[in-house]
């Protein structure tokens, strides 16, 4: 068996590996007439021709080094057995089954990534040669990063999940997502998370790092996004702690959130469809380019749904940017994000809630009262200043 050395897996250490009627052996076999080998021949009756043939050997597959082929050796032996976690023969002489059949493999960690970093031009540059950190992030690294999961680190708080900011002891900052004690809602929407983030790579999409399964409630590491949402820039401004957004960047939010919408609806195989795009999934780096966060609720189109006009699907989203028509019909199209996106362009326009109940009854809805300024012709008296 020769596993494809491509691929990030060989064979693991636990592999008992017994070889049959042998004319010759490797001297780090073992072919004593006392070794388990034998002893597996005489009981099992599928090898009893084996024990009239020569020499039964055994060894063992992988350890330190990387091994991808368990074969017969040219010109020695004519079969072979792999058994997994076989503790020798004191367990079955003791009378104890033999295991199942079988050969165990390994997922084998991908090589640290090399860059060169230079400087200088001709005869005057100078290159160093660098490793790229792993990370490796382990329960106890994170409960001390986020101080035991303080309310102070809370950097973000939905219906069933929460982000804190972890600072770890090296000064690297992720953001640090957990499901809400008790929520297998949260779970799921986590779950779907990791399958959606795992297919999509775009600079305007927020990166999912890592994920740690050591506590109670799987954990998902993100990139750290500094400047928070969209929302809390628009909104949450009054304060005096930030400076309202200027016009030049509030059209480069829109476009790179387009551009991310665009690329999960026509680029990604299979094509994506969010589910809810509102200003609190948009994130500001801290040079305010904009990167959609929250795939939890996402859905991937499947190959036989690609050519259908609209997948049926339950409503699911937040209120205000919910599209109407999905919500009505239960039918779940692109269109559905542009609705969500489209709301997100009148908060940005009018710097506005989704949904403000101290607007007049019927301008609760911010689409619903953009749409009446539109035909009384007075759009722009609810344009920001």
Not at 290 to 304: H, I, Q, T
Request: net charge positive.
């Amino acid at each position: 068996m020769h596993l494809n050395e491509t691929l990030p897996f060989s064979m693991a250490s636990g592999n008992t590996v017994f070889l049959f009627n042998c004319t010759a052996h490797a001297p780090s076999m073992n072919c004593t007439a006392s070794g388990a080998c034998h002893s597996y021949v005489k009981k099992h009756a599928d090898f009893g021709a084996c024990v009239r043939v020569g020499v039964c050997c055994e060894y063992k597959s992988g350890g330190t080094r990387k091994e991808y082929v368990v074969r017969v050796h040219d010109g020695g032996c004519a079969a072979y057995q792999s058994l997994v976690d076989l503790n020798g023969t004191t367990a079955v002489a003791v009378g104890k089954r033999w295991p199942e059949p079988g050969v165990g493999i390994e997922w084998v960690a991908p090589q640290e990534r090399v860059y060169t970093k230079c400087k200088g031009h001709g005869k005057d540059s100078h290159c160093k040669v660098r490793k790229k950190k792993k990370m490796l992030l382990a329960g106890i690294e994170i409960k001390k990063a986020t101080n035991d999961f303080s309310q102070e680190n809370l950097i973000g708080s939905g219906g069933f999940g929460e982000v804190f900011k972890g600072t770890f002891d090296d000064g690297t900052v992720f953001a640090i997502k957990r499901a809400k004690l008790g929520s297998t809602k949260g779970i799921d929407q986590m779950q779907n998370e990791v399958q959606i983030l795992c297919q999509v790579n775009h600079r305007s999409l927020v990166r999912l790092l890592g994920c740690c399964l050591e506590l109670e409630h799987p954990l998902l590491i993100y990139e750290y996004i500094s400047n928070g949402t969209l929302f809390n820039y628009l909104h949450r401004h009054s304060s005096g702690s930030r400076e309202p957004l200027k016009w030049h960047q509030r059209l480069k939010i829109a476009h790179q959130t387009a551009e991310g919408l665009c690329y999960l609806h026509s680029a990604a195989k299979p094509p994506i469809y969010h589910r809810d795009v509102k200003s609190s999934n948009i994130l500001l780096d801290d040079k305010l380019d904009a990167k959609v966060s929250d795939f939890g609720l996402s859905r991937l189109v499947e190959l036989a749904e690609e050519n259908n006009s609209h997948i049926f699907a339950s409503a699911q989203g937040t209120r205000g940017y919910l599209d109407l028509e999905y919500y009505r019909n239960f039918q779940l199209t692109d269109k559905s994000d542009i609705y969500g996106f489209g709301v997100v362009l009148m908060e940005l326009l009018t710097a506005q809630k989704a949904i403000d109940f101290n607007r007049e009854e019927e301008s609760v809805n911010l689409a619903m009262y953009g749409k009446r300024k539109m035909v009384e012709d007075k759009l722009m008296d609810v344009v920001d200043p």
